[in-house]
């Protein structure tokens, strides 16, 4: 089992940042990859980044390239999500999602994470 816990959002006008986190726990085995998803209101969830976690190579949705960056530290058991340049289209529960292995998916394929946190609310007002 993976426990994962997410802070770090909140309200904030457009073009501001913030930087939301993710606490893993519980997982002696480590990860494949490790990202963030993100549900607005009446919306699907979408993928908005993952980081491979051997590599660290981070792959990002269209929407999100250039403005989001995603970072892990290993040995605290921590992802990262920083957010700049925000606008009103970012406001979403945010999600953390950890696969433990390579299923053969497509990253963005919510399907292919085995834990999920309970979210993180980013309000972003215009």
């Known amino acids: 089992q993976v426990q994962l816990m997410e802070s770090g959002g909140g309200s904030v006008q457009a073009g501001g940042s913030l930087r939301l986190s993710c606490a893993a726990s519980?997982?002696?085995?480590?990860?494949?990859?490790m990202a963030w998803f993100r549900q607005g209101a009446g919306k699907e969830r979408e993928g908005v980044a993952v980081?491979?976690?051997?590599?660290?190579?981070?792959v990002y949705a269209d929407s999100v390239k250039g403005r989001f960056t995603i970072s892990q530290d290993s040995p605290q058991n921590k992802l990262f999500l920083q957010m700049n340049s925000l606008a009103p289209e970012d406001t979403a529960m945010y999600y953390c999602?950890?696969?433990?292995?390579?299923?053969?998916?497509?990253?963005?394929?919510?399907?292919?994470?085995?834990?999920w946190g309970q979210g993180t609310q980013v309000t972003v007002s215009s």
């Open positions: 999602a950890a696969a433990l292995y390579d299923d053969g998916g497509h990253w963005w394929d919510d399907n292919e994470y085995h834990f």
């Open positions: 519980g997982n002696s085995y480590g990860t494949f990859a």
């Open positions: 980081i491979y976690t051997s590599s660290g190579n981070a």
